[in-house]
Structures are given as structure tokens and as C-alpha cells.
T-cell receptor, first 113, second 115 residues
Framework: AQTVTQSQPEMSVQEAETVTLSCTYD???????LFWYKQPPSRQMILVIR??????QNATENRFSVNFQKAAKSFSLKISDSQLGDAAMYFC??????????FGQGTRLTINP | DTGVSQDPRHKITKRGQNVTFRCDPI?????LYWYRQTLGQGPEFLTY????????KSRLLSDRFSAERPKGSFSTLEIQRTEQGDSAMYLC?????????????FGSGTQLSVL
């Protein structure tokens, strides 16, 4: 069975600084995809970034980047130059075999002005 | 708007009543998913469809829950004899398989409150 664990229920960061959110996962497959989703107070789930497990290069999307460590089954999200609009719940998620997406418990990120 | 659409946004019902939610996926997407999310938790998988075929159902989906996608387009999720424990956000998502890069796009959800 696939599992995704986010060990940080809450994180906070000063505006314009950098923050890293942690995620570990477990799967028996070698081919899978990892995601970070953002859920603001509106509760709309928004895709932030995606990583294919077969790619060694870490994905980046503007101020968002990941540190993907396949052997350690770790997938952290780094947000650079944090902005007030980044405040939200962040969920790490895993999908394999074109099946269902499995989510972690989430990390609530607060941005301090 | 070409995103995933869910209706209604909010539903308040009394215990024991039946409720039905609707999801309209992105038009070319052949996969459709239903998730349930309680406050402070990550979404939990309920079921998914490939076109009109329901391919997997979670054990969370008791016999009071039924989902359909009759023509492979929109989907409905019905809960019969609602219980207070059914109170949650019900999220719908869609994706394109193959060729969608496994990306799921979510709707804004239906918030259900059972009194």
C-alpha cells in the first residue's frame, strides 16, 4: 500500500524568506509521480509542482522547487521569496499506475509580514 | 470556465435525508475521481471512473454511497440516509489518461453539513 507522511502540521516563515516543507512516502513501485498541492482558505486544490520518479532532476516552477531523494523516499518542497499569497495548506501526494492519488495529512503554512 | 465544476457548493441537510452532488469534469478528461476531506485532514479517495466505468471503490464508500457517470461525462455522488459523520467536503477531480501526465485537476468541492 502507498502511504504519504507529512511530519510538520504547521510551519511559519517571514515574508520574502525561504521555507522547506517535508514529505516522505512509501511505495513498492519504481514508476510513480509525486505532487505538491496547495489548498488556500477557499479550499480549492491547486497543483503547485509535479515530479516523475524516473527523473533525477528536481522539478522547479518559478519560486517553487523540490528536493527529490528517491532512495530515501523523500520529497520536500522549497518555497523561495515567500509571499503572503503562499499562505495555505500544502499537501504532498503520490500516484502510481494511473490510479488514485494518495495524500499526506498536510502542512499549514503561515506567512508573517 | 473550463475547469472542474461542482454543484452545489454547500449543502445542509438533516440526518436521514438523501443528498446528491454533481461534478462536471474538464471536457476532454476521461478519468473522474471523488474524494472526501474532513477539516484538518488530507483528501481521502472514494472512487474513480474511466469514462463510464467505475474502476475502484474505497472501503470508505459504504452501501449508503453510490456514484455514477452514465455517459462518461458528468458524475453524481448520492448519499442515502445521511449521518452526522458524513459531514465533510466532497471533492471531485478529473484527469486525462493517457497523456495527462497524471495531473489531477480539482473542483471547488461541495461542503456537506448533516444536522
Amino acid at each position: 500500500a502507498q502511504t504519504v507522511t507529512q511530519s510538520q502540521p504547521e510551519m511559519s516563515v517571514q515574508e520574502a524568506e525561504t521555507v522547506t516543507l517535508s514529505c516522505t512516502y512509501d511505495t513498492s513501485e519504481s514508476d510513480y509521480y509525486l505532487f505538491w498541492y496547495k489548498q488556500p482558505p477557499s479550499r480549492q486544490m491547486i497543483l503547485v509542482i509535479r515530479q516523475e520518479a524516473y527523473k533525477q532532476q528536481n522539478a522547479t516552477e518559478n519560486r517553487f522547487s523540490v528536493n527529490f531523494q528517491k532512495a530515501a523516499k523523500s520529497f520536500s518542497l522549497k518555497i523561495s521569496d515567500s509571499q503572503l499569497g503562499d499562505a495555505a495548506m500544502y499537501f504532498c501526494a503520490l500516484i502510481q499506475g494511473a490510479q488514485k492519488l494518495v495524500f499526506g495529512q498536510g502542512t499549514r503554512l503561515t506567512i508573517n509580514p | 470556465d473550463t475547469g472542474v465544476s461542482q454543484d452545489p457548493r454547500h449543502k445542509i441537510t438533516k440526518r436521514g435525508q438523501n443528498v446528491t452532488f454533481r461534478c462536471d469534469p474538464i471536457s476532454e478528461h476521461n478519468r473522474l475521481y471523488w474524494y472526501r476531506q474532513t477539516l484538518g485532514q488530507g483528501p481521502e479517495f472514494l472512487t474513480y471512473f474511466q469514462n463510464e466505468a467505475q474502476l475502484e471503490k474505497s472501503r470508505l464508500l459504504s452501501d449508503r454511497f453510490s456514484a455514477e457517470r452514465p455517459k462518461g461525462s458528468f458524475s453524481t455522488l448520492e448519499i442515502q440516509r445521511t449521518e452526522q459523520g458524513d459531514s465533510a467536503m466532497y471533492l471531485c477531480a478529473s484527469s486525462l489518461d493517457p497523456g495527462g501526465n497524471e495531473k489531477l485537476f480539482f473542483g471547488s468541492g461541495t461542503q456537506l453539513s448533516v444536522l
